[in-house]
Structure formats: C-alpha cells, structure tokens
C-alpha cells in the first residue's frame, strides 16, 4: 500500500482565498483524522470520521473550516476564507480503531499570506 | 495546566548516549501510551505502544509507564545520528474518552 497520500505538499496563498487539502487514506481503514500542527499549539485534532461519518469535529476553529468524506477512500478539508493564522502543516491521517496505529501522511504546508 | 506536558527540549546528545524523553499527563484515566517519532517534513510514525503500567522494550528503545505519579518515559540506548527527530508522546483514555491527547513534542539531536 503506498500510504496515506495528502495533496498538495505546499499551498502559498492570499489572505481571503479558498484552501482545499485532499487526503487519500489507506484502503481498509475505518477512521480518518484531520490534524493541524503549528510550533507553539503541536498537533491539534480538527475532525475525525468513522465509516466516513463526521464523529467529533469538536476541534474545527471556526465555521471557516470544513471537512468531507464523500467516500471510504477520499477527504477534503477545505477553509474559506483563509487567513494568515491558518498557516500550518495540516496532516491525515487513518485507522483501523480510534486508539490504534496512527498512519499519517506527509502533511500538506499551508502558507497564508 | 495542560492534560498532557512535554518539554520541548532541543536535546542534543553525542552518538551513542543514553537518551531519557519524558511526559507527565494529569487525567488518572489515561489507560493507553504511545511514542511517535517525527522526522524532519515528514509524518509522525508510531514508535512504541503500551497499554497501562510497566515497562516495553523494541530493540533499544524502551517505553515506561508509572500511573502512580502520571509520568511516561522513552528511553533510547546507544543513540544514532538516525535518531535525531521530534519525538512525540501520545495518551488516551477508554471507554468514550479515547480521543488521544498529544504532547507538544521534544527535538533531538543525535552528534556522530
């Protein structure tokens, strides 16, 4: 299996634009999570899915964010606007439980300028 | 104060050394420990796993639990220039507190 695959590896954009990040987890896990990760904060749980359904996205900041999986093999997590705060590296990652493995991506780094 | 700390380090340690990373948590419910290793622009990857007190060995490193006084630790024996990551702890509870809670992660540097 290649992985959990992320896309893009690096976004730079404009303050006010619309960020998607794609995630293609491993085939057979029932679990994704959305993280963010930032020097001072660490690793931020923003959303997970359970059977592609949204379980706790307690961690999402604002309404600014929001996270789809429209299939077991496919999530977006998209920001409109995008401000100069959002800047981070955002990862997925998948599961075969909630408290298993971890497999993360390679992160997506999000530049907002 | 945080559920779960860490200090940030950098640690930077000749080859071969003993290395001790460390994290307290302050919820006694917390039942499952993990180690992740982070390499440089990469992914975190999970390094060791335990369920509830004791210790786990994989080769040389060593995972540490001790419930009593809510304190975990990784121990890395003869450390190589390969070693040298973030390395990041991880703790969940049971039941319908499974969420797992990280720490903010210690970078190491391993000198040949």
């Known amino acids: 299996d290649a992985g959990v695959i992320q896309s893009p590896r690096h976004e730079v954009t404009e303050m006010g634009q619309e960020v998607t990040l794609r995630c293609k987890p491993i085939s057979g896990h029932d679990y994704l999570f959305w993280y963010r990760q930032t020097m001072m904060r660490g690793l931020e749980l923003l959303i997970y899915?359970?059977?592609?359904?949204?379980?706790?996205d307690s961690g999402m900041p604002e309404d600014r964010f929001s996270a789809k999986m429209p299939n077991a093999s496919f999530s977006t997590l998209k920001i409109q606007p995008s401000e100069p705060r959002d800047s981070a590296v955002y990862f997925c990652a998948s599961s075969l439980s909630v408290t298993g493995e971890l497999f993360f991506g390679e992160g997506s780094r999000l530049t907002v300028l | 104060q945080k559920e779960v700390e860490q200090d940030p380090g950098p640690l930077s340690v000749p080859e071969g050394a003993i290395v001790s990373l460390n994290c307290t948590y302050s919820?006694?419910?917390?039942?499952?420990f993990m180690w992740y290793r982070q390499y440089s622009r990469k992914g975190p990857e999970l390094l060791m796993y335990?369920?509830s007190s004791g210790n786990k060995e994989d080769g040389r490193f060593t995972a540490q639990v001790d419930k009593s006084s809510k304190y975990i630790s990784l121990f890395i024996r003869d450390s190589q220039p390969s070693d040298s990551a973030t390395y990041l702890c991880a703790i969940s509870g049971a039941g319908n507190n499974r969420k797992l809670i990280w720490g903010l992660g210690t970078s190491l540097a391993v000198n040949p």
């Open positions: 899915f359970n059977n592609n359904v949204p379980i706790d």
């Open positions: 335990t369920y």
């Open positions: 919820n006694s419910a917390f039942q499952y």
